[in-house]
């Protein structure tokens, strides 16, 4: 490999590493946020300082919907700037933080009762995980954990809110299958045009195709067998998921070497 080459894969390689970083940075951060939320507003919700608790759920509710609006400015000075051909990190950084702030206050404003918090509480280091796949590891691995990521948590929703609000949990369940289906239709066109979809490429021409299909065909047999089994297999369920993910960590890891 030339020396320019080297250099190349190297600023590469740092890039990579400093976005990752920022990413779990910020996971930390609002790790500690929903921890002090969890303190002073459900506990004292439960017995404790009232008054707080209702002053925090109405601070809650309001700024969702300012984090909200500062989110799509974020997302237009993105837009108007990658237009103008002109760098966006800025723009792109402050539209994710805004995002993921209003995503954390809307969830515990309106659904903390329902266990919101503790929902966050796995979300945020997942979502931290899969940056790190999508920067370090190859394409393809970060598409097999987005796919049993959403699983767990069209699971969890099941195994947690079945026989309680029953809607919300069919809901959530036909919309992963149907997702599911549409990743399978754009995986055979990925397929067919050699990991390119138009003029835009996707995947590595010499991508390995069959781990998708194999995540898709789990997400498929997990979902319907929680829904007719019942509370026991989805448990099974999302043990058995997150040993497919440990197995292909593993496939995709000695890929990497």
């Known amino acids: 490999m030339k020396k320019e080459d080297r250099t190349a894969k190297k600023q590469r390689e740092d890039r990579a590493l400093n976005r990752v970083l920022c990413w779990f940075g910020g996971a930390v951060v609002l790790e500690f946020f929903l921890l002090l939320l969890n303190r002073f507003y459900f506990v004292d919700h ?21 984090l909200l609006a500062v989110t799509a400015a974020f997302a237009l000075w993105w837009l108007l700037r990658r237009r103008q051909g ?9 539209c994710v933080c805004a995002g993921a702030l209003f995503l954390c206050a809307f969830v515990a404003g309106v659904w903390g009762n329902y266990g919101g918090v503790r929902f966050l509480y796995v979300c945020v280091p997942v979502v931290a995980v899969l ?52 990743a399978v239709v754009l995986l055979v066109l990925l397929q067919r045009g ?16 069959l781990p998708l299909y194999i995540a898709a065909g789990v997400t498929v047999a997990a979902l319907p067998a929680a829904m007719l089994l019942g509370q026991t297999a989805a448990y099974a369920a999302i043990f058995a998921v997150v040993a497919w993910l440990f197995g ?3 496939y995709y890891t000695v890929r990497l070497m």
């Not at 439960?46 to 300012?66: H, P, Q, Y």
């Not at 959403?150 to 029953?166: C, K, N, P, Q």
């Not at 050699?194 to 195709?209: D, Q, S």
């Open 86 to 94: 002109k760098k966006t990190a800025l723009q792109s950084g402050g």
């Open 194 to 209: 050699k990991g390119a979809l138009g003029k835009r490429r996707v995947l590595p021409k010499k991508a390995n195709y």
């Open 131 to 182: 940056a790190l796949v999508y920067y370090l590891y190859q394409r393809e691995f970060f598409l097999v954990a987005l796919q049993g990521g959403v699983t767990l948590f069209a699971l969890w929703f099941y195994h947690s809110f079945s026989g309680r609000i029953d809607g919300a949990v069919y809901a959530v369940m036909g919309t992963v299958l149907a997702l599911t289906a549409a």
């Open 248 to 250: 292909a960590a593993i």
């Open 46 to 66: 439960n017995g404790g300082n009232v008054a707080l608790s209702r002053g925090l759920f109405r601070f809650l509710r309001v700024s969702a919907w300012v």
